[in-house]
């Protein structure tokens, strides 16, 4: 766990955050800016989805195994953010899976809670905010990480400086656990690349449409409002 001024100043640039106008449902007030941060992304990807589907470049097996090993080494995190927002019984369940498919997943390379039925039950800290009564803030698109919000990027953040893993870790442990979490998004990233290609492809304003796949489905898992778009950016994006 980090330093702690170092998340107060981390919340402290949360409260600059500026406030929608009333009755104005995407506040985007840095479109020049994010446009321009939008095409650099879409230029890393142009090669997904552009006309024929390839399907996935990572083998199966192999891509199942990174994400299983990234998404355990990520569950102390969410389990503290579980807490941080007075769900205790997600927090348990978590760490049950945590424990679980630590001791007998080989360390998260496989998953045995979810063949009990054991699920995740996620959280991160922009969710965390959202509990506590913070504003969305302007909707932001960040270098290769992508859509996202002023909350959000607080929120990604955070999860960073307090993410309980490093305590318990040595150095040469937490490099596998960091190398782990950044293999398992490229093969994230692998698993819905034609889909996120169509997305930034086909749509007459790319832009507007991955703001708005983002927002909606970023909204529904905070509950504030009905997800109406399934999102292909979920694994790539909704997981800060």
Not at 1 to 14: D, G, N, R
Not at 81 to 87: F, I
């Amino acid at each position: 766990m980090k330093s702690p001024f170092a998340i107060c100043l981390t919340l402290s640039l949360l409260g600059a955050c500026s406030v929608a106008p009333e009755g104005v449902s995407v506040h985007d007030p840095y479109e020049a800016r994010n446009r321009s941060v939008h095409a650099f992304n879409k230029n890393l990807t142009g090669g997904l989805g552009s006309g024929e589907s390839s399907g996935p470049r990572i083998p199966a097996p192999i891509s199942e195994r990174v994400i299983d090993f990234a998404d355990n080494v990520a569950l102390p995190g969410v389990i503290l953010n579980n807490t941080l927002q007075g769900d205790l019984s997600a927090a348990g369940s978590n760490s049950l899976r945590f424990l679980i498919n630590s001791v007998f997943g080989l360390f998260g390379v496989f998953d045995p809670s979810d063949i009990i039925g054991l699920e995740e039950i996620d959280a991160d800290f922009g969710q965390t905010l959202s509990v506590w009564g913070a504003p969305e803030g302007a909707y932001l698109e960040l270098p290769l990480i992508g859509p996202s919000t002023e909350r959000d990027t607080a929120g990604m953040i955070v999860d960073v400086l307090i993410d309980p893993l490093g305590t318990f870790l040595n150095e040469d442990q937490l490099l596998v656990a960091s190398v782990g979490s950044l293999a398992g998004r490229v093969a994230k990233i692998d698993q819905v690349g034609d889909t996120i290609g169509d997305v930034l492809n086909e749509s007459a304003d790319s832009y507007t449409q991955a703001q708005l796949i983002y927002l909606q489905n970023r909204r529904f898992e905070i509950g504030a409002e009905a997800a109406e778009v399934a999102d292909p950016y979920a694994d790539l994006y909704g997981d800060p």
